[in-house]
């Protein structure tokens, strides 16, 4: 999963919840609820992104191609530990927690399947990092243990400066590949805008934080200022790809 630009920007000092440590913010039995999808929506992610990387080696034109992308899946299996370990210790059954979430995100992954090598690299590329961009803002409005949990899991696993090497090598060496792509980057931004749509309405808890309940300074102008900032950031990674938007 990649880091976005946007992550190098100061943000403001935390305030309420923010600026909580878990102990003290899990005494809300709604907060700690949402907590509990959250993770659970990450720890299936992580490991989904685990089982696709390892079939995409198989798809790789080159062993040293094949061997980068075992190396990405190991290291999203060892982000898919950490959740799961980590809900265990706040007292939830991990795979109850990732439960409500695999019709879903096993929905979008059937929808999205790629059709070759650099499909499925566009795809881990984009799709997964505006997936990343989507955690990344619920998590500036979550306590500090919990925040630093999630940006942890979600540091780049050296997917995105591979998958914009190689995509870019054979757009050079065939510009007709660039337009089949860009197509297949636009789908894959509406089905994963879509997909966190839906589990987000799905879950009350993960709802009413999103749009302010329990979280600090969420409202839903700032849910929509939220999907415009993923928009642009969504923008940038197709400029580097080579891509347009």
């Known amino acids: 999963m990649e880091t976005p630009d946007t992550a190098a920007e100061s943000a403001p000092e935390p305030t309420g ?4 440590d878990w102990a003290t913010a899990a005494t809300e039995p709604q907060y700690r609820a949402a907590v509990v999808d959250l993770l659970g929506a990450l ?3 992580e490991l989904a992104a685990f089982e696709r ?14 061997a980068e992308l075992a190396k990405m899946a190991s290291a999203e299996f060892h982000h ?53 961009d989507f955690y990344r803002e619920v998590a500036a409005r979550l306590d500090g243990d919990t925040r630093a949990l999630v940006l942890g899991v979600l540091d780049d696993t ?10 870019r090598a054979a757009i050079e060496a065939d510009p007709r590949v660039g337009g089949r792509l860009a197509l297949w980057a636009r ?16 879950r009350d808890a993960l709802s009413t934080m999103l749009v302010g309940g329990v979280a600090d300074g969420f409202d839903l102008a ?24």
């Open 17 to 20: 919840i923010a600026a909580q």
């Open 43 to 45: 720890a299936y992610g």
């Open 53 to 66: 990387l390892a079939e995409d080696a198989k798809l790789a034109p080159t062993l040293g191609d094949k």
């Open 80 to 132: 898919f530990e950490r959740l799961r370990d980590r809900l265990s210790a706040i007292g939830a059954e991990p795979t109850e927690a990732m439960e409500p979430f695999v019709a879903a995100l096993d929905g979008f992954h059937r929808q999205t399947a790629p059709s070759d090598w650099l499909e499925g690299l566009v795809k881990a590329y984009v799709g997964d990092s505006i997936a990343s």
């Open 158 to 167: 050296g997917h995105a400066s591979f998958a914009v090497e190689k995509v």
């Open 187 to 202: 789908r894959l931004m509406g089905e994963a805008l879509s997909q966190s749509q839906r589990v987000v309405a799905d």
């Open 222 to 245: 700032e849910v929509g200022r939220m999907f415009s900032r993923i928009t642009e950031a969504h923008t940038k990674r197709m400029a580097a790809l080579g891509l347009a938007a």
